[in-house]
C-alpha cells in the first residue's frame, strides 16, 4: 500500500516538473509599441464645413452618399472582386500554416507495416558463424504491424514561440486582405464618381454646343440681313468648334472610367454600362466624422494594424532561435506485433512494446546560433521601424485627405460664385449684341470664358466626392 503511495506521489511530482519545463518559454516577451499622436490639424476645416448634421458610419461611408446605384456598384465590386478573392486565398493559406504549427506541439502518431523476406549468406558475418547452429535457419520471412508514436517535448518553449509568430503573420494576413477590401471599396467609389463627373461635363458641352450652334445660325442671319460680316460668322464658328473639340476625350475617359469600373466588379467591361447609361448629377459628399483621434486612426487602419503584428511576430522568432541553445528532448514509443509468421502475428507471442527517449544538446556551432539570433533581433528592429513609418505614412495619408477636401471644398465655393457672375455677364454681352450696342466678339469671350468654368466647376465637384472618399479611405473606413 505504501508503494503504491509512493508509485502516485513519484508520478505526480513527475508530472508537475513536466509541466515546469514546459511553462519555461525562452526570449523577449513582446510589448506593443507605444505611439503619442497630436490631433489632426486639418480635421477642423474639413468638418466645420458640415457642422450640424449626422456623421457618416466609418464601416461603410459609401452610403452616405446617399446614391443607391453606387452603394450596389460598392457592394458588387466587394462580393466579385479578384483581387480581394485572390487575398483571401492568401488568408486561407495563412490560417493553414498557423494550424500546422500548432499542430507540432502535439505527438506524431504513424501506422506502420512491413514484410522482409531474407536469404542469409552462408559467407558472410553472421552467416559464417551461424550456420553450423542446428536452428539456423537461411530463409527468413518477417513481419511487423503497429502504431509509432514521436513527441518532441517543447522544454524552452521555442514552438510555442513559432505558433505564436504563426499566428502573427496569420493575423496580419487577415489585415492585408481588409486593407484590399478598403481600397477596392474607395476604388469603385472613386471611379463612379469620376464617371459621375464626365457624364455631368459632357453634358454641359452638348448643352454649349447647341447654344453655339443656334449663335451661329443667328449671325447667319445678321449676316444675310447686312448687319454682320464673314469675319462674325467665322468667330463664332470657332467658338463652336471649341465646344464641339471638348467632347471627344472626355468620352474616351467615360469609357476608361466605365472599364474600370466593371474590372473592379470582377466582369468583362461593358457588362453593367446600361446601368449607367442615365445621367445623374454628382452626389453631395458625406459628413465627415468630427471627432477622430489619430487614435483612432491606428485602431482602424488595417495597413498599420498588419505592421505590428509583423513586429510581434519578428519578436516571437527571437525566442525560436534562443531556444536553439538549449537542449532537445525527444520521446518515442511502439506497440505492435512481429512475427516470422503471418499466422501467428496477432497473437499474445507477436506483441512487442518499444519506447526510447533521446536528448540532443548543440554544445558548439561556431557561432551559428549566435549569428542567427542576431539577425532575428535585426530583423526585429527593421519591423519596429517598419511600423512606426506605417503610423507616420499613415498619418499623412489623413492630413493630406484633409487638406485635399477642405481646399477642394473652398475652389468649388469660389468656381460658384465665378459661375453665375459670367452667367449675367453673358446673358448682358447677348442682349447687347442683339441690340447692336456691342462687338460679336465681347458675346464670345463671355461664352468662352463661361464654357470653361462651368466645366473647371462640374471637375472640381467631383473632385470634392472623390477627395471625401480618400478622407474615409485613409481614417480606415469600409472594413
Not at 54 to 83: C, H, K, M, S, Y
Not at 201 to 207: D, F
Not at 292 to 317: C, G, K, W, Y
Not at 436 to 462: F, H, K, M
Request: glycine share 6%; net charge neutral; proline share 4%.
Amino acid at each position: 500500500m505504501i508503494a503504491d503511495r509512493q508509485m502516485i506521489v513519484r508520478i505526480f511530482m513527475q508530472g508537475f516538473l513536466l509541466l515546469l519545463l514546459q511553462a519555461c518559454t525562452v526570449g523577449p516577451n513582446y510589448e506593443p509599441p507605444k505611439t503619442d499622436l497630436a490631433p489632426f490639424h486639418n480635421l477642423p476645416d474639413a468638418s466645420d464645413r458640415q457642422a450640424g448634421a449626422e456623421p457618416t458610419p466609418l464601416d461603410r461611408w459609401w452610403i452616405g452618399f446617399n446614391d443607391p446605384i453606387l452603394v450596389t456598384f460598392v457592394q458588387r465590386a466587394l462580393d466579385q472582386n479578384l483581387t480581394l478573392a485572390a487575398a483571401l486565398a492568401r488568408v486561407d493559406q495563412a490560417r493553414a500554416e498557423a494550424t500546422g504549427a500548432g499542430a507540432q506541439l502535439l505527438p506524431t502518431v504513424d501506422l506502420g507495416a512491413s514484410s522482409t523476406a531474407l536469404h542469409q549468406s552462408l559467407q558472410g558475418l553472421f552467416g559464417n558463424v551461424a550456420k553450423n547452429v542446428p536452428s539456423f535457419r537461411r530463409n527468413i520471412n518477417e513481419n511487423v504491424i503497429g502504431p509509432l508514436a514521436s513527441w518532441e517535448i517543447d522544454l524552452f518553449g521555442g514552438r510555442r514561440r513559432a505558433i505564436a509568430a504563426s499566428q502573427n503573420l496569420a493575423e496580419a494576413s487577415e489585415l492585408d486582405r481588409a486593407g484590399i477590401r478598403l481600397t477596392v471599396a474607395a476604388d469603385t467609389a472613386d471611379t463612379y464618381l469620376q464617371i459621375r463627373g464626365y457624364q455631368v461635363r459632357l453634358e454641359l458641352a452638348e448643352n454649349q454646343i447647341s447654344t453655339n450652334e443656334r449663335l451661329v445660325r443667328l449671325v447667319r442671319n445678321r449676316r444675310d440681313a447686312g448687319v454682320a460680316t464673314e469675319r462674325e460668322i467665322a468667330e463664332a464658328d470657332a467658338v463652336l468648334r471649341q465646344a464641339r473639340a471638348i467632347v471627344p476625350p472626355l468620352r474616351f475617359a467615360l469609357e476608361q472610367q466605365l472599364n474600370r469600373l466593371s474590372v473592379l466588379m470582377g466582369v468583362q467591361p461593358g457588362t453593367y454600362s446600361q446601368d449607367l447609361k442615365a445621367v445623374r448629377e454628382i452626389p453631395p459628399i458625406p459628413i465627415i466624422p468630427g471627432e477622430q483621434h489619430s487614435t483612432d486612426m491606428l485602431r482602424r487602419r488595417p495597413d498599420v494594424i498588419a505592421a505590428e503584428r509583423r513586429l510581434a511576430a519578428s519578436n516571437e522568432q527571437i525566442g525560436v532561435v534562443i531556444s536553439d541553445y538549449y537542449p532537445k528532448i525527444s520521446i518515442s514509443g511502439m506497440l505492435g506485433f512481429d512475427s516470422l509468421s503471418t499466422r501467428n502475428i496477432f497473437t499474445g507471442g507477436a506483441f512487442v512494446a518499444l519506447g526510447s527517449g533521446a536528448v540532443r544538446w548543440r554544445l558548439f556551432d561556431f557561432g551559428k546560433i549566435d549569428a542567427q539570433v542576431a539577425q532575428a533581433r535585426g530583423a526585429n528592429a527593421e519591423a519596429l521601424i517598419v511600423y512606426r513609418q506605417a503610423v507616420l505614412r499613415a498619418v499623412e495619408d489623413v492630413e493630406n485627405a484633409l487638406s485635399g477636401l477642405s481646399q477642394t471644398q473652398a475652389h468649388v465655393f469660389e468656381l460658384q460664385g465665378e459661375t453665375q457672375s459670367l452667367i449675367k455677364s453673358r446673358d448682358l454681352a447677348d442682349q447687347a449684341y442683339r441690340a447692336g450696342s456691342i462687338p460679336l466678339t465681347d458675346v464670345l469671350v463671355a461664352e468662352r470664358q463661361l464654357l470653361l468654368v462651368q466645366d473647371q466647376l462640374n471637375a472640381r465637384r467631383a473632385d470634392t466626392a472623390r477627395a471625401a472618399v480618400t478622407v474615409f479611405r485613409s481614417l480606415g473606413g469600409g472594413w
